[in-house]
């Protein structure tokens, strides 16, 4: 499995690590595909898998005693889920992945991942870096619903993804996302999020067509 899987992505996994080491850390996963919609982990189960996705797009989501999910933040390309894999004895899955997209990953079991971070220190420090980036976005996460009202929420969430997810096109930079989703992950009404979106498409911030937004103009949208 070469390191070329992943030209032109960043992949947090990999930083410090020497060439060789690099190669043999791939070599040791196997390619898996998932298609769109499919869960990969899932919640309370024992993690026994580490995922790196390689291309595609998966997103973090957390059922609630009450039966309702709470969607998490994203996962793109060069980046990894399953890290309770590392723990001994295994640890649960805190939240389910799915698959937003017809997605591609590397895959290590349990065992595998575990003799590597033992081998490759520097792997684990990756994989502490990543955690400390999670909890970074949850801390900003419940910032944003204690401190923040709707729009500035929805609005962080748009360029959120703008960041994460989106290409630059002629008009500004594009992502996929449905007001279902945003609705989602801003803890806000569908009706809320068609509102602010109606209003910051007649400002020219926003334009959407196809379940596609275009982020036009940063500035107008905060």
Do not use: C
Request: positive net charge.
């Amino acid at each position: 499995m070469a390191a070329s899987h992943f030209r032109g992505v960043d992949v947090p996994l990999l930083r410090g690590l020497k060439q060789h080491q690099i190669d043999l850390i791939l070599a040791a996963a196997k390619g898996r595909r998932f298609s769109k919609k499919s869960v990969i982990t899932y919640q309370g189960e024992l993690a026994n898998q580490f995922f790196l996705l390689q291309s595609g797009r998966m997103r973090f989501f957390f059922d609630t005693a009450s039966g309702q999910k709470l969607v998490m933040m994203w996962v793109t390309p060069g980046h990894v889920f399953g890290a309770p894999a590392l723990v001994t004895p295994p640890a649960p899955y805190l939240a389910s992945t799915e698959a937003l997209q017809d997605s591609t990953a590397l895959v290590w079991s349990g065992p595998t991942i575990r003799s590597l971070a033992l081998q490759f220190p520097q792997l684990m420090m990756n994989v502490f870096q990543t955690a400390l980036d999670y909890l970074a976005w949850y801390i900003a996460t419940h910032n944003a619903l204690v401190f923040q009202d709707a729009r500035e929420r929805l609005a962080d969430i748009l360029v959120g993804y703008a960041h994460t997810i989106g290409q630059r096109v002629s008009e500004g930079i594009q992502f996929s996302v449905t007001n279902e989703e945003l609705a989602q992950a801003a803890n806000i009404s569908l009706y809320t999020v068609s509102r602010l979106m109606s209003g910051w498409k007649s400002t020219g911030a926003i334009s959407k067509r196809h379940g596609r937004v275009v982020l036009r103009s940063r500035k107008k949208l905060l």
